[in-house]
């Protein structure tokens, strides 16, 4: 059974930097039949994807633009994890944050996220 | 970026009637290689995560119930729960995934009547 297990502080002080990490269970960080995937949810911009990384014989990232500079996402084969870095936190980074992994056949990914981790509440907050 | 609005926000119905959800894109997210609309439809209930219910605008999930249906292509895609059953009461998206940035529908909201 696939799982994602997410950890990491939940309250950040304005301009500090948030960092999480989502432990796979069940499937590699390193497949080529998936992406892992960050998304936010707050009750102002509900469901929010932040960026994702994959293997596709050398590693891939992306990022949502409303997140660039700030965010960075790395695989950690060692671990069979992924991490969240986000930087120069505000109060507006509020949010349930999730990990998730997308399904995908080459370079098509076809499902949405069919896993998802626990969710991890974030407030920033002095 | 595709904009997802999904209609209505919110929706009460009783047990036992139908409930239709609607998503429209801003673009297409049908994919000509494989005329394959890149919509997903999830459900979320109260401190759980999203769960998968429709990919591929109208391929169930493993697991889901056959109450659950998808529809649509283009732009626009239904949500449509047969026979509504207590459980089902959640919130209910949209998702494209046919480009980055993934984006999602604000949500629909249903309960029973």
């Known amino acids: 059974q696939i799982q994602l297990q997410q950890s990491g502080v939940g309250l950040v002080k304005p301009s500090q930097t948030l960092s999480l990490s989502c432990d796979i269970s069940g499937d590699s960080v390193s497949s080529n039949s998936a992406t892992w995937n960050w998304i936010r949810q707050s009750p102002s911009r509900g469901l929010e994807w932040l960026g994702r990384?994959?293997?596709?014989?050398?590693?891939?990232?992306e990022y949502a633009i409303s997140v660039k500079g700030r965010i960075t996402i790395n695989p950690d084969t060692s671990r069979n994890q992924f991490s969240l870095q986000l930087n120069s936190m505000t109060p507006e980074d509020t949010a349930m944050y999730y990990c998730a992994r997308e399904r995908c056949r080459g370079t098509i990914c076809y499902s949405g996220s069919d896993i998802w981790g626990q969710g991890t509440m974030v407030t920033v907050s002095s | 970026d595709i904009v997802m609005t999904q209609s209505p926000d919110f929706l009460a119905v009783s047990l036992g009637e139908r409930a239709t959800i609607n998503c429209k894109s801003s673009q297409s997210v049908l994919y000509s290689s494989n005329n394959e609309n890149f919509l997903a439809w999830y459900q979320q209930k109260p401190r759980q995560p999203p769960k998968l219910l429709i990919y591929w605008a109208s391929t169930r999930e493993s697991g889901v119930p056959d109450r659950f249906s998808g529809s649509g292509s283009g732009t626009d895609f239904t949500l449509t729960i047969n026979s509504l059953q207590a459980e089902d009461v959640a919130t209910y998206y949209c998702?494209?995934?046919?480009?980055?940035?993934?984006?999602f529908g604000q949500g629909t909201k249903v309960e029973i009547k």
């Open positions: 990384t994959y293997y596709r014989s050398k590693w891939y990232t």
């Open positions: 998702q494209h995934y046919f480009l980055t940035p993934r984006t």
